[in-house]
């Protein structure tokens, strides 16, 4: 199953794309962890990509490019994959399509998640990551036992420089602008299916796997 999740910064990819991942073991490939990795590791793509990511901005096209196509060349993504951030661009869109044609793979669904704008705003504002383990929580919605403390590591948590209310304004833009339009590209392709990203977690999964018609193993 070559999967694409699609859907505005906090609509929750991340968190299906982890589900999607235990109950099918097959990889998900998050461009926005690749590239946070690297900066935090301070290689060359990191240093490329830093400065963009704290603006909100869109990493340059031909660099998000070229992770994923060395990325889906690895062997752990000949039983499928879940893209989770890309594409995001319809210039990603297409050079996705052609690296696909050249591995002889293709993508089964395009999976959307709607969340409305407002509701994006209140959930990126709230959210804490560990320094330490990355792990996620959210002031109102998914608190920590302990103010300030990672419940799985007891590392500090942090609002990430792009979780910062202007950032999300600028990361919510730039999802309008250049993301919305591949909705419609792969509603022409006829792989898109929509699902609403509200209610828990779990509702939203059920979701996902009655839009895939997947079993659940
Ligand atoms: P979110 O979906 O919550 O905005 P991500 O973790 O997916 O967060 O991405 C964080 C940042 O990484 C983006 O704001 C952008 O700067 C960069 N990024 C991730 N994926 C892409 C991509 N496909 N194209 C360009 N930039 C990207
Ligand atoms: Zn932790």
Known sequence: MNLILLGPPGAGKGTQAQMMVERYHIPQISTGDILRTAVKEGTALGKQAKAFMEKGQLVPDEVVIGIIDERLRAPDCNAGFILDGFPRTTPQAEALQAILTKIGKSVDHVVNIEVDPEELVRRLTGRRTCKNCGGMFHTPFHPPRKEGACDRCGGTLYQREDDKEETIRT???????????????????KLLRSIQGVGGQNQIFEQMIRVLDVRPV
């Open 171 to 189: 990361r919510l833009k730039e999802y309008e602008r250049q993301t919305f339009p591949l909705i419609q590209y792969y509603q022409r392709k």
